[in-house]
């Protein structure tokens, strides 16, 4: 699948900023698709080449030449935002694709994601990271009567073309709904913790401590991120006051750069703790952020005191939970609920200083609370936000929508597709009616009961259903209780069943019930989908069959990943045309009885997973 990804503040690890996209789309592309990132750079990152594409891990990257900065005015961001509009729908509708993802802020994104949508005559996902323009509005940048119905038009323009919303928090997501946008069409994928990165060295949180004389051993809090108006990291500098006038050791530390820079710094300097307990540093990369964690003992996301902002999901909070830090927050919302439920931090009063700091103070001195809070992070990092579950669903909702798109399109195929199915199938068990008999007899005769062998398998989307077949092996067990290898219960009868494809004659019916297809990739084991990689578990995005491309292609003398490699290739290459010679090789296999068997085994060896994802 190829995936048209637009988002303007991309970042990479050694660029400072959020990596949501970036470790995003790596995966997509380890899954075994083609991602195109369309993306710009601010003005002073740019050469004198101008605009230019690139590889990042994998990843294609068109990068505009669009200046940005959080240091702009509000009228400067918004040319900035419909100068990239306008670059990225032209550069998207010529690279064409079969999905175009598109990711806000700000929701200007969705213009040029729509207008390539509507040339390539493809499905558009977005996601929002923030409500717009409610935020916009509850912090002032938008006033105007005239703007702010501009804007609310292009908010409900742009879910009307969207044909699926990703929603960055439970808050977001109800908000979206609000407009009238269909609830079963919007999905909540938080921000998430990227483990890889976060698990540093400790001494490189030590080189941190010992790189600065005013850090060394002393308890740290940091700070790490924009400091913009929703922000509001000049209350920072207010609880660093007032923890001094308790516990002048403390040290405060912002690491980040923005609009709000030279205010935070008036601000600290005004109440005397500039470079005394509370610094600044440079705005860093991410893997330096990484570092600046490891040595922190407690780290902090702010905003100011709005409650439209509550449904923030920030990078840096997720950022805390997978170093294994404590996180402190000063808004309620969501993630005040996970940190009560947890104990993975705390939340501090916004409006009473004097009780943050107080807060603040006795659990950076308390290291019982420390080392379990840390805990409960890493364990929220580990099991609730890890960035590998987060991008199998978004590539799980992509996938989908493309078929879906894909199947919309190809309908008056699908019902021919299926009028086939039923058709062949009845013809198959009327034609075969004697032969079925027959067999039946002969597998009760030299088996015994029962002649069909019945098992639950999954089937479209996983969804679970009962498969009918010839029994081939005798029910020979060990002195456990458990059943012997297939080599020592597999008879002869049984393996010239299996090599002639008999067994499978009973399927018909289940074709009949509309359980599988005549051609589609074959049903296996339930507990095989938890050992699928992401890319191979889109063979489950058809119907199963009783043939399939990999039958045709090498069947049982394929290893695994062979076939899962054919089917996900039949999924993404279906075709009237592709079933019937499909059918018209499987009769040859048939008669030639190829691939019966991998070597070495009766039938085929357990799946036990993949090493490595799928590369396709």
């Known amino acids: 699948m190829k995936i048209l990804y637009l988002y303007q503040y991309f970042s990479t690890p050694k660029m400072a900023g959020g990596l949501r996209s970036y470790e995003a789309a790596r995966r997509l592309v380890r899954m075994g698709h083609e991602v195109h990132m369309i993306t710009s750079k601010s003005g002073d990152e740019f050469t004198a080449d101008g605009e230019f594409s690139e590889d990042e891990a994998g990843i294609h990257v068109h990068w505009l030449e669009v200046p940005y900065s959080n240091r702009m005015s509000y009228g400067e961001r918004i040319k900035a935002f419909f100068k990239f509009a306008w670059r990225a729908g032209i550069e998207a509708s010529h690279l064409k694709g079969d999905v175009v993802f598109a990711t806000s802020t700000p929701l200007t994104i969705a213009l040029p994601a729509i207008y390539a949508a509507k040339r390539n005559k493809v499905p558009m996902v977005l996601e929002i990271r923030d409500l717009w323009p409610e935020v916009p509005i509850a912090v002032g940048a938008l006033k105007n009567p005239v703007t702010i119905a501009v804007a609310r038009w292009?908010?409900?323009?742009?879910?009307?073309?969207?044909?699926?919303?990703?929603?960055?928090?439970?808050?977001?997501?109800?908000?979206?709904?609000?407009?009238?946008?269909?609830?079963?069409?919007?999905?909540?994928?938080?921000?998430?913790?990227?483990?890889?990165?976060?698990?540093?060295?400790?001494?490189?949180?030590?080189?941190?401590?010992?790189?600065?004389?005013?850090?060394?051993?002393?308890?740290?809090?940091?700070?790490?991120?924009?400091?913009?108006?929703?922000?509001?990291?000049?209350?920072?500098?207010?609880?660093?006051?007032?923890?001094?006038?308790?516990?002048?050791?403390?040290?405060?530390?912002?690491?980040?750069?923005?609009?709000?820079?030279?205010?935070?710094?008036?601000?600290?300097?005004?109440?005397?703790?500039?470079?005394?307990?509370?610094?600044m540093i440079p705005v860093a990369p991410k893997y330096e952020i990484a570092a600046w964690l490891s040595a922190a003992d407690l780290a902090t996301s702010f905003v100011i005191d709005l409650k439209e902002l509550w449904n923030n999901s920030a990078n840096k909070f997720f950022d805390t939970l997978a170093a294994g830090k404590p996180i402190a927050i000063n808004h309620e919302g969501w993630q005040a609920d996970i940190i009560r439920e947890t104990g993975a931090g705390l939340i501090l009063s916004a409006k009473d200083i004097n009780s943050a700091a107080l807060n603040i103070l006795n659990a950076v001195r308390d290291n019982a609370w420390l080392e379990t809070a840390g805990m409960a992070a890493k364990k929220l990092a580990e099991q609730r936000f890890n960035r590998e579950q987060a991008v199998i669903q978004l590539e799980h909702i992509l996938t989908e929508t493309v078929y879906e798109s894909r199947t919309r399109k190809g309908e008056p195929f699908r019902v021919i597709k299926r009028i086939m199915n039923l058709l062949g199938a009845m013809l198959g068990l009327t034609i075969l009616a004697v032969p079925l008999f027959m067999i039946a007899f002969l597998v009760r005769s030299t088996l015994g009961?029962?002649?069909?062998?019945?098992?639950?398998?999954?089937?479209?989307?996983?969804?679970?259903?009962?498969?009918?077949?010839?029994?081939?092996?005798?029910?020979?067990?060990?002195?456990?209780?458990?059943?012997?290898?297939?080599?020592?219960?597999?008879?002869?009868?049984?393996?010239?069943?299996?090599?002639?494809?008999?067994?499978e004659l009973p399927e018909l019916f289940n074709v009949l019930k509309g359980d599988?297809?005549?051609?589609?990739?074959?049903?296996?084991?339930?507990?095989?989908?938890?050992?699928?990689?992401?890319?191979?578990?889109?063979?489950?995005?058809?119907?199963?069959?009783?043939?399939?491309?990999?039958?045709?292609?090498?069947?049982?003398?394929?290893?695994?990943?062979?076939?899962?490699?054919?089917?996900?290739?039949?999924?993404?290459?279906?075709?009237?045309?592709?079933?019937?010679?499909?059918?018209?090789?499987?009769?040859?296999?048939?008669?030639?009885?190829?691939?019966?068997?991998?070597?070495?085994f009766a039938t085929m060896p357990e799946f036990k997973g993949s090493k490595e994802g799928m590369r396709q």
């Open 154 to 279: 292009l908010e409900r323009f742009s879910y009307r073309n969207s044909a699926y919303i990703i929603a960055l928090s439970p808050g977001m997501k109800e908000g979206i709904v609000a407009t009238g946008y269909p609830e079963d069409r919007v999905t909540v994928i938080p921000n998430s913790c990227d483990l890889e990165l976060f698990e540093v060295d400790m001494d490189l949180g030590r080189e941190i401590r010992q790189r600065y004389d005013w850090l060394k051993d002393r308890p740290l809090v940091i700070y790490a991120g924009t400091l913009g108006l929703v922000n509001g990291v000049d209350y920072f500098a207010h609880l660093a006051s007032e923890v001094s006038s308790h516990d002048q050791e403390i040290r405060f530390a912002v690491i980040g750069t923005g609009r709000e820079d030279s205010k935070v710094r008036a601000v600290a300097e005004e109440l005397g703790v500039l470079n005394k307990n509370f610094f």
């Open 449 to 503: 009961s029962p002649v069909l062998f019945r098992q639950v398998r999954p089937g479209f989307g996983g969804k679970p259903f009962t498969i009918y077949k010839f029994r081939t092996m005798k029910e020979l067990k060990d002195q456990n209780g458990d059943l012997l290898p297939d080599e020592n219960r597999l008879t002869s009868f049984g393996n010239f069943m299996r090599s002639t494809s008999l067994d």
């Open 516 to 600: 599988m297809n005549l051609v589609g990739p074959r049903p296996l084991l339930m507990s095989y989908l938890d050992r699928y990689t992401p890319g191979q578990a889109r063979r489950h995005n058809v119907k199963p069959g009783i043939t399939g491309w990999a039958q045709v292609n090498g069947r049982n003398g394929l290893s695994w990943e062979e076939k899962f490699k054919l089917d996900i290739w039949y999924v993404d290459n279906w075709s009237m045309l592709l079933d019937i010679k499909i059918l018209f090789l499987t009769l040859i296999k048939v008669v030639k009885r190829e691939g019966i068997s991998a070597e070495g």
